[in-house]
């Protein structure tokens, strides 16, 4: 669309991978060469990194052109394979016939393949791309392979192309057989400012112009919006070349970046604003700890008014806080404890469970807690009658007189607590304790 406005032949900044757009710049050079020389003295294991766009695809393009017929090259794209697909993806990017279903098959075939190539006098070269993306296992086979050799020559070299992350796989212990293998590793840095002028300059003048379309301010705008990075220079760049041509405008100032510099961060804003309305948003939710951990700080008395506060709780979208999911869980506890059957319920098992554990009589525990039963069915009826005028449909037994009175209190001396006593003692009478006569 802007080609015949500032006079070029193609797009300059596309994304493309393009060696003919290749800038090199020092570091780019020094690069290229170190990594030329490791390959062609099959130096074994190389590797290159470098954050997200800084080029690095398109100078492994660029050493592939320099390397002309003498290296047989294979690239994998994504590894991220299992380990008998990968090494089928490796026999058909080096043209090897045949499929695999074995380790073992494989081998044999790339071995055969690599002293032959070798024979030629030619160099075999493995590059793999994203090679932060390679599990564990993927890379212990590709040691493994490093290591085939014919009459103490290396076969194969394995070229790594990865991000930063890939600097801390080779840092981990498990992987400390492969890091010692690598022998030239290089890292590809941002350009500085005066390298993203001649970058953008290189660019226009492969696509055809040699006219100043950015001026100074421009480039300083670029360069404070993409940091140095080539992937990001490129996308500013063909950005304002676009709003130049629609505002008809023929050099690019740093106004004009400006504006496009705001377009191009739109989106990113709204990101930042969801997720930070979804952090404020999550924070005010109760974490799985917030449940375990008691709450802080005093609580408020409990009022009369917790059904409303209940349902509020309910129905109001405001997430609940941990204090209120404990209020909550407080008061239904103490609802719980203050209801007549939860007391009923308490008087049957603190009776029974006291008479039966000092009591040996079947026929006394079946009348205590029979009289148990007719306790708590009174207090029931006591408590229920004054909410409806319904006569209780539990008949009361009479009270009978055979029921010995079988509480006392003990002597202060003896214990602090109640005593429960057998009104027929099951104990013969040889065995009871006699009365000592008292001398008067």
């Known amino acids: 669309m802007y080609l015949s406005y500032y006079n070029l032949k193609s ?58 017929e003498d290296t047989v090259t294979a690239t994998i794209y994504d590894p991220r394979l299992e380990i008998l697909d990968f090494f089928n993806t490796v026999a058909a990017a080096f043209k090897i016939e045949g499929t695999f279903d074995g380790k073992g098959k494989f081998i044999l075939q790339f071995m055969d393949f690599l002293i032959k190539t070798h024979e030629r006098n ?15 296992d993927l890379l212990e086979e590709l040691r493994l392979l490093s290591n085939l050799e014919a009459e103490y020559t290396r076969l194969l070299n394995i070229f790594f192309v990865g991000q930063n992350e890939f600097v801390d796989i080779l840092q981990k212990y498990e992987n400390r057989a492969l890091r010692q293998r690598v022998t030239i590793r290089y890292h590809i840095e941002p350009l500085s400012l005066n390298e993203t002028a001649a970058y953008i300059k290189h660019r226009l003048e492969v696509s055809g112009t040699t006219a100043p379309i950015f001026d100074s301010g421009a480039i300083d705008e670029i360069f404070l919006f ?18 130049g041509y629609v505002r008809e405008v023929q050099v690019i100032n740093a106004n004009l970046i400006r504006e496009c510099r705001e377009e191009l961060l739109v989106s990113k804003k709204t990101s930042d604003k969801d997720t930070e309305y979804f952090r404020d948003d999550h924070r005010s939710l109760p974490s799985e700890t917030m449940f375990t951990e008691p709450p802080v700080g005093p609580f408020t008395p409990v009022e009369d ?35 007549p059957i939860a007391i009923a319920l308490i008087l049957v098992v603190g009776l ?63 214990s602090r607590f109640f005593m429960v ?8 009478e040889d065995t009871l304790p006699k009365e000592t006569e008292t001398p008067q």
């Open 421 to 428: 006593k057998s009104p027929n003692s099951s104990l013969p």
């Open 122 to 136: 030619q160099k075999i070269l493995l590059i793999i791309d994203e090679s932060q993306a390679i599990n564990e």
């Open 305 to 339: 008014s917790h059904i409303q506060e209940d349902e509020q709780m309910v129905f109001s979208p405001k997430p609940m806080s941990a204090r209120e999911l404990y209020r909550g869980s407080s008061k239904k506890k103490k609802r719980f404890f203050r209801s």
């Open 11 to 68: 797009k300059p900044f596309q994304m493309s991978t393009d060696p003919e757009f290749l800038w090199l710049g020092e570091k780019h050079r020094e690069a290229l060469a170190i990594l030329k020389y490791a390959i062609l003295e099959n130096k074994g294991v190389l590797a290159l990194t470098g954050d997200v766009g800084t080029g690095k695809t398109t100078l492994i393009n660029t050493l592939l052109k320099n390397l002309g």
């Open 226 to 243: 993409s940091s140095g990075y080539p992937r990001l220079i490129n996308i500013m760049c063909d950005h304002a070349l676009l709003s």
């Open 352 to 414: 029974a469970a006291g008479y039966f554990f000092y009591s040996n009589d079947k026929n006394t525990a079946e009348s205590f807690a029979t009289l148990a039963q007719q306790q708590a069915e009174k207090y029931l009826s006591e408590k229920t009658g004054s909410k409806n005028d319904k006569p209780s449909m539990v008949p009361v037994p009479p009270e009978t007189s055979d029921i010995p009175d079988r509480i006392e209190t003990g002597n202060v001396e003896d």
